[in-house]
Antibody, heavy 114, light 107 residues
Framework: EVQLVESGGGLVQPGASLKLSCVAS????????MSWVRQTPGKTMEWIGD????????NYAPSLKNRFTISRDNAKSTLYLQMSNVRSEDTATYYC???????WGQGVMVTVSS | DIQMTQSPSLLSASVGDRVTINCKAS??????LNWYQQKLGEAPKLLIY???NLQTGIPSRFSGSGSGTDYTLTISSLQPEDFGTYFC?????????FGSGTKLEIK
């Protein structure tokens, strides 16, 4: 059974950094592109970016490219999202997904507030 | 960036109705269009991938069609468990983009 489990969310202050993790199981992690998607409190879905199966290539939403970094550790079957200089508009539920949304994690909430 | 215009934003229908939800892309997305269902408090679930391919385990009352810039999700006979929000998603070209969602209410 494919499972994706995100962690690392919580309440953070504006300007801080935060790193989310997503542990995968039930499939060969190193065979798949992986993505991060977020959903705002108003339910808007936003694709953040993705990473090639070997970690050699990434794509990002242009508005997030300078602050967010996606990486992976195939030995640990783990996907990461490094968020820097967070803003109130980054408040959302963050999901990791396998390739183009075939499977989703349960999501992790990030709240940016002072 | 490719803009995805999804309609309607709100849909109220009765059990047994045929329901259609539309997504229009701002340019040709070559059928790289997925549909998701999301229920309150849950992660989205893939229903249809690449326009018309039913994901494993999804009931056959769900179907997808379209080409070029225009795509449709159809539920042939609405069931009570089909309430929720539906999203389209294009993965033809980066940055990938979602539609704004359709909230489906059961009358």
């Amino acid at each position: 059974e494919v499972q994706l489990v995100e962690s690392g969310g919580g309440l953070v202050q504006p300007g801080a950094s935060l790193k989310l993790s997503c542990v995968a199981s039930g499939f060969t992690f190193s065979d798949y592109w992986m993505s991060w998607v977020r959903q705002t409190p108003g339910k808007t879905m936003e694709w953040i970016g993705d990473i090639k199966y070997d970690g050699s290539y990434t794509n990002y939403a242009p508005s997030l490219k300078n602050r967010f970094t996606i990486s992976r550790d195939n030995a640990k079957s783990t996907l990461y999202l490094q968020m820097s200089n967070v803003r109130s508009e980054d408040t959302a539920t963050y999901y990791c997904t396998r390739n183009y949304g075939s499977y989703w994690g349960q999501g992790v909430m990030v709240t940016v507030s002072s | 960036d490719i803009q995805m215009t999804q309609s309607p934003s709100l849909l109220s229908a009765s059990v047994g109705d045929r329901v259609t939800i539309n997504c229009k892309a701002s340019q040709n997305i070559n059928k790289y269009l997925n549909w998701y269902q999301q229920k309150l408090g849950e992660a989205p679930k893939l229903l249809i991938y690449n326009t018309n391919n039913l994901q494993t385990g999804i009931p056959s009352r769900f179907s997808g069609s379209g080409s070029g810039t225009d795509y449709t999700l159809t539920i042939s006979s609405l069931q009570p468990e089909d309430f929720g929000t539906y999203f389209c998603f294009q993965h033809n070209s980066w940055p990938l983009t979602f539609g704004s969602g359709t909230k489906l209410e059961i009358k």
